[in-house]
């Protein structure tokens, strides 16, 4: 009996094999992809978590974090700086040093794994959401497929263009934000924001590589857990995708991107400006209750942001899922 079913698994997965790959049409993977995101919440919690390995943490803790001022950087840093200046390290200096390393180390492999272990997921349920809604057909095991791990060795290849990109522009960056630092224009605009009003071009072709380098990385993904390719082949045909069909693979990222800048955006903006105005009501300390209230209205919208942040992100994953190429359907 055993022997029978296993015949008849590869006959149909050879039969697989043998039909001709097609794919959706473009305005047929976004609108399945939301499709399959409405239908599937779950995939907004996975979707958050791989937001905010991602990055997205940095953004949804922008509001409530405080910089420190070039006058709090010099007083907390003068001393060990100094005792470089002059030839003998303290241990005060090189023990930030090794800790910021070590921890920003372990901080970006954790987040990697995390973020793979997040589109691993998403992948999976995407996948089955599509199969029940007449999406795609016919259904996708996934059983022993790749994992976290060498899903995270995708990205980490993904990011090689990026990389490449900060170290030829991180000079004109440094002078910028230095100047910044030491005589700014004005104090009312974020760091960041003065650095990218300064140097636009460079900032827009960091961004580009960015793009490009994910799409190539998001089909490579795709590529190595729904058909079992080794992790360099993966990589290598996401960017053989990227130049075979452009027409398709650019506007996919533009659209995952827009549905996260339209989605989560303006909650994230709003979270941001909410903040501001619950500083000012607890500095004031004149009403309790106006506080609290304050403090209640903020906690809301943020978590709404998250919530559509993980919509946003679990769209994306499944517009890159749906435009794969799958086995076309065959009548028996």
Not at 203 to 221: E, H, Y
Request: hydrophobic share 60%; no cysteine.
């Amino acid at each position: 009996m055993t022997s029978a079913s296993g015949a008849v698994g590869s006959g149909r997965r050879a039969a697989e094999d043998a039909a001709p790959a097609v794919r959706l049409r473009w305005a047929a993977t976004v609108s399945g992809a939301v499709v399959v995101t409405l239908v599937r919440p779950l995939s907004w919690a996975v979707g958050l978590a791989g937001f905010l390995a991602g990055g997205g943490l940095v953004l949804v803790t922008w509001p409530i974090l405080v910089l420190p001022t070039p006058t709090g950087l010099q007083n907390a840093l003068g001393g060990p700086v100094s005792s470089l200046v002059f030839g003998a390290p303290s241990g005060v200096l090189v023990a930030l040093i090794v800790g910021g390393l070590a921890g920003g180390v372990v901080l970006f492999l954790v987040g990697l794994l995390i973020g793979g272990w997040a589109e691993r997921h998403g992948i999976e349920i995407a996948l089955d959401a599509a199969a029940e809604e007449g999406i795609v057909a016919p259904a996708v095991d996934l059983a022993g497929a790749p994992g976290m791990g060498r899903i995270a060795l995708v990205r980490l290849l993904s990011m090689a263009p990026v990389v490449i990109a900060l170290l030829l522009a991180w000079r004109p960056l440094y002078d910028v934000t230095y100047r910044e630092l030491i005589l700014p224009d004005d104090l009312v605009t974020p760091l960041p924001l003065r650095v990218l009003r300064d140097v636009p071009g460079l900032a827009a072709a960091i961004v580009i590589t960015w793009l490009v380098s994910d799409a190539a990385g998001a089909v490579g993904v795709r590529r190595l857990v729904i058909e079992r390719r080794p992790v360099l082949v993966a990589w290598l045909l996401g960017w053989g995708d990227l130049v075979r069909r452009p027409q398709r693979i650019l506007p996919t990222a533009l659209v995952g991107v827009a549905a996260t800048l339209l989605v989560a955006g303006p909650g994230l903006v709003a979270a941001a400006l909410g903040w501001g105005r619950v500083r000012e009501v607890m500095r004031s300390g004149d009403d309790p209750l106006a506080a609290l209230a304050a403090v209640l209205i903020w906690v809301t919208v943020w978590l709404g942001a998250l919530v559509l942040a993980g919509v946003a992100a679990a769209f994306r994953s499944a517009t890159w899922t749906l435009e794969l190429p799958r086995p076309a359907i065959r009548d028996s």
